[in-house]
């Protein structure tokens, strides 16, 4: 049975779905993040404290010189998983989005009832949610383009990160006449070519690498839409059921 018309007024399930989003976006994913480079950050200057220590009083050239390369290999490790952590902070990040749009979706059920799916499965999962947003609820994301421009990007990141394990150029193999033929595969770099500043490396080497600016630039644009269309949805719930919106 549908509620009445001032139960539903009563309650903004959308901007409870945006405060939560928000919630865990900066506590879960940011704090997680801070506290995991905190850690590592503290880590790595206690061993190369006491790399530095037994520098300083070894006499012997060659352990003086195996020391230095541990100083070497701290520092890199660091830097690797910092790389590490920062990357999957992009994956919660667009995981947590999917969630909070479907989350959304859903409750619109009394207001907008919606079917099984929209789009086709050769479509991204946000390509298809674009496409319920529109249909069910009227909002034009080519219009708004600018609001989900981050986002394809965004996905393919994450994509590469997940499926690819983070590895920018990934070797294909190629089929058995190939193979009989003395060429195993090849080296593909349409990523790096597309994506070249989510890359730290080159050739088999080459990692995807999430910055601290790339990442808050997601970040806020990820809020900046959920909050956006939170709003949309309300006034949409409100002038389905007969109701002012608060927002002029």
């Not at 950050?41 to 220590?53: C, F, P, V």
């Not at 003086?64 to 701290?74: F, K, T």
């Not at 003395?182 to 730290?200: C, R």
Request: aromatic fraction near 8%; proline fraction near 3%; charged fraction near 30%.
């Amino acid at each position: 049975m549908f509620p009445p018309a001032d139960s539903l007024s009563n309650i903004d399930l959308f901007e409870n779905e945006c405060g939560q989003f928000q919630w865990d976006v900066h506590i879960l994913i940011e704090g997680t993040l801070r506290a995991s480079i905190r850690y590592l950050d503290t880590e790595a200057r206690r061993e190369l404290g006491e790399i530095e220590e037994a520098r300083k009083e070894s006499l012997d050239d060659e352990i003086r010189e195996h020391l230095v390369d541990e100083h070497v290999d701290v520092l890199a490790t660091n830097n690797g998983q910092e790389r590490f952590v920062r990357n999957m902070a992009l994956v919660a990040l667009a995981s947590r989005l999917t969630h909070a749009l479907r989350n959304m979706a859903r409750s619109a059920e009394l207001f907008s009832p919606g079917k099984k799916e929209y789009g086709d499965r050769s479509m991204s999962e946000f390509a298809r949610l674009w496409v319920e947003y529109h249909t069910r609820f009227g909002i034009d994301f080519v219009v708004n383009k600018d609001r989900i421009a981050f986002v394809e990007t965004m996905q393919k990141v994450r994509n590469q990160i997940v499926h690819n394990g983070s590895e920018a150029n990934t070797f294909r193999p190629l089929n058995t006449a190939d193979w009989n033929s003395g060429d195993a595969g090849y080296l593909d770099v349409s990523f790096s070519e597309k994506y070249p500043e989510y890359v730290w490396g080159t050739g088999m080497s080459a990692e995807v690498t999430v910055s601290e600016e790339q990442l808050q630039k997601a970040i806020k644009a990820s809020v900046d839409l959920v909050a956006w269309l939170a709003g949309e949805l309300r006034a949409k719930e409100l002038e389905t059921i007969g109701k002012p919106s608060a927002t002029p």
